[in-house]
């Protein structure tokens, strides 16, 4: 398979029941931009709400995978998710008219078949896909839910489950890649054990559910009138109980298809991790609740290994590009408003700058100075200096121009700045510098770790004097 990102090449609907309100359903793929991943849409709603695929949004998982955002919920998404990462989709905008995923036969196969209807368009952006160095474990005692990634160069899956039912036993699947998953694992259709499926009944739940869309586990006795009761409920004057075992409506696809199911919803709810991955995950007692929590630890490793990556690395032992005496003779600014103290790469599309924080900085003196802090708007001033630098070598007499900003957006401080501390600004063209407005993206760090981001946009005028001579800078 190509690293390339893929989406699909049309739209494409399909229709059925949602699990527990029965009621009808559509849901629409939708092709979807790169580095989109997965998105759900309520269009039954009043502004139609998006609803990211994202583990940090997940608000139940006792039957299935809840998402919710600004109050609006879709339920039971993991099988959907699954089918679009066994499809090898990256991008994909999820409509739906209520909010259940249609359950279908209860497993990912009627996705897959809808999917593949339309085909697949390859995106020119490459896949980031999420890997490991070391392992990662997780553990939850109370339900006995162990799982571990380990490095793999491959999606491989490994599932045991022993949920101490003589019915069910001790089960085992596996999926050595991705490319698997269509015909070993999509196929593979939810297990519910009787008696808890007496319990949904009873609290008036499932009225999507069929006995044809649900592998029925027997593991004790059923009276006569109960029986009766769940031949009347689903329809099936023919359903009987012989003993213990699988009822009797249902023909297993696979000897351990509840195993293979496991690893489908596995599949489906790590996707909420946010991007493709190559790890080896073995899951032992899985569920939605161990599953989601697991993906957040990934989601929390893949976010620190990105800051990681996207740390600029120089080396602060080299000699500056610009040193504080070239800054000044590009900068207006002076002491206590210069905050850049060298400039350590710079090119037509970027500028790496650094500010050294000392308590000797003027605005420690009323800034909190029991606790000094370094004030946000200054790390906005800095960055914006940086920024400045980079647009004023752009013109011959850099002396005979101004920098002022026009908008500041998305600035967001993730860690104060105390004295002591280097901070690094890493900027970089968002589009190229046209009319003398410059637009730019920038994240600041200390010790490796981002402390502030956001963009910016300003603009170069040209000064005769204390003169400015365009009236279109607005000043901030």
């Not at 709810?269 to 993906?295: C, E, Q, Y």
Request: glycine content about 8%; hydrophobic content about 40%.
């Amino acid at each position: 398979m190509s690293d390339k990102q893929r989406t699909i090449q049309k739209a494409v609907s399909i229709t059925g029941k949602g699990l527990h309100t029965g009621a009808p359903v559509t849901l629409t793929f939708n092709p979807a931009p790169e580095n989109h991943w997965y998105k759900f849409q309520r269009t039954d709603l009043e502004g139609q709400p998006i609803i990211e695929a994202d583990c940090d949004l997940v608000v139940d998982t006792s039957r299935g995978t809840t998402l919710e955002k600004n109050g609006a919920r879709v339920h039971t998404t993991e099988h959907v998710l699954a089918a679009l990462v066994g499809m090898g989709i990256d991008n994909c905008l999820i409509q739906v008219t209520g909010p259940e995923m249609p359950i279908m036969d209860g497993s990912s196969l009627n996705f897959i078949e809808i999917l593949e209807t339309v085909g697949i368009f390859e995106q020119e952006a490459f896949r980031d896909y999420f890997e490991l160095t070391e392992n990662l474990t997780y553990e939850d005692p109370i339900k006995k839910v162990e799982m571990l990634a380990v490095p793999q160069d491959e999606f491989r899956i490994t599932v045991m489950v022993d949920y101490g039912s003589e019915v069910l036993g001790t089960q085992h699947a596996g999926m050595y890649n991705i490319g698997e998953f269509k015909k070993e694992i999509a196929p593979c259709r939810t297990f519910v054990f009787l008696r808890e499926l007496e319990a949904l009944i009873a609290h008036n739940l499932i009225k999507g559910g069929d006995l044809d869309n649900a592998i029925v586990l027997v593991d004790s006795d059923l009276e006569e009138d109960k029986l009766n009761n769940l031949r009347k409920v689903f329809n099936k004057p023919d359903v009987e109980v012989k003993g213990r075992g699988v009822l009797n409506n249902t023909k297993l696809r696979f000897f351990n298809e509840p195993a293979r199911h496991k690893l489908l919803d596995i599949v489906g709810d790590l996707a909420l991790v946010g991007k493709p991955m190559r790890i080896h995950v073995l899951a032992a007692r899985p569920g939605h609740a161990g599953n989601v929590d697991f993906a957040k630890k990934l989601k929390a490793l893949a976010k620190t290994q990105k800051a990681e990556r996207d740390y600029p690395k120089i080396d602060m032992n080299k000699p500056p590009v610009l040193n504080i005496m070239d800054i000044m003779k590009l900068l207006p600014h002076r002491q206590p408003m210069l905050l850049v103290d060298k400039i350590m790469e710079l090119s037509e599309q970027h500028v790496i700058g650094v500010k050294n924080v000392t308590l000797n900085e003027e605005f420690f003196k009323g800034h909190f100075p029991d606790n000094p802090v370094m004030p946000g708007v200054l790390l906005i001033e800095a960055m914006a200096q940086c920024g400045g630098v980079l647009v004023l070598k752009t013109v011959p007499d850099p002396e005979n121009y101004l920098t002022y900003f026009i908008k500041i957006d998305g600035v967001k401080f993730k860690q104060k700045v105390i004295p002591g501390d280097t901070v690094v600004f890493s900027l970089n063209l968002v589009t190229p510098i046209r009319r003398g407005i410059c637009h730019m993206k920038g994240v600041a760090y200390v010790n490796n770790k981002p402390v502030m981001e956001g963009e910016m946009m300003a603009q170069i005028v040209k000064v005769k004097g204390n003169e400015v001579k365009t009236s279109e800078a607005q000043l901030a």
